[in-house]
């Protein structure tokens, strides 16, 4: 499992962030999503533990903890969920998933 780590900082690096969550314990993984446009942060991330102890402990002292100007919001991750289509024509399929073989104009 891997904890969610929302409001960071902007300026923040994946290695700030691995340096924080390191006094808690053993650092397996850090992911900060990058913004296609900006190119910066997207303002969250994901840590990931050698064990729950270790996440539990991080995120019993971090959440709400003040880093880098910013209340951290720290938590359990939760699984990805599905993306649904928005609607409208897809591959040929309308949303209740029939496919249609005219179309009118």
């Keep these: 499992m891997s904890i969610y780590?929302?409001?960071?900082?902007?300026?923040?690096?994946?290695?700030?962030v691995q340096a924080v969550?390191?006094?808690?314990g053993t650092v397996k993984r850090?992911?900060?999503?990058i913004d296609r446009e900006s190119g910066r942060i997207r303002g969250f991330g994901f840590v990931e533990m050698s064990s729950d102890a270790e996440e539990a402990a991080?995120?019993?002292?971090l959440d709400g903890a003040e880093w880098m100007g910013r209340d951290l919001r720290v938590n359990k991750a939760r699984p990805r969920?599905?993306?649904?289509s928005s609607g409208g024509?897809?591959?040929g399929r309308s949303e209740a998933g029939a496919f249609r073989s005219e179309r009118r104009f």
């Design 21 to 24: 969550f390191a006094e808690y």
């Design 58 to 61: 991080a995120i019993e002292a």
């Design 30 to 33: 850090v992911q900060l999503p």
């Design 81 to 84: 969920e599905e993306r649904r």
């Design 5 to 16: 780590v929302g409001n960071l900082a902007y300026g923040a690096t994946e290695e700030d």
């Design 89 to 91: 024509w897809n591959g």
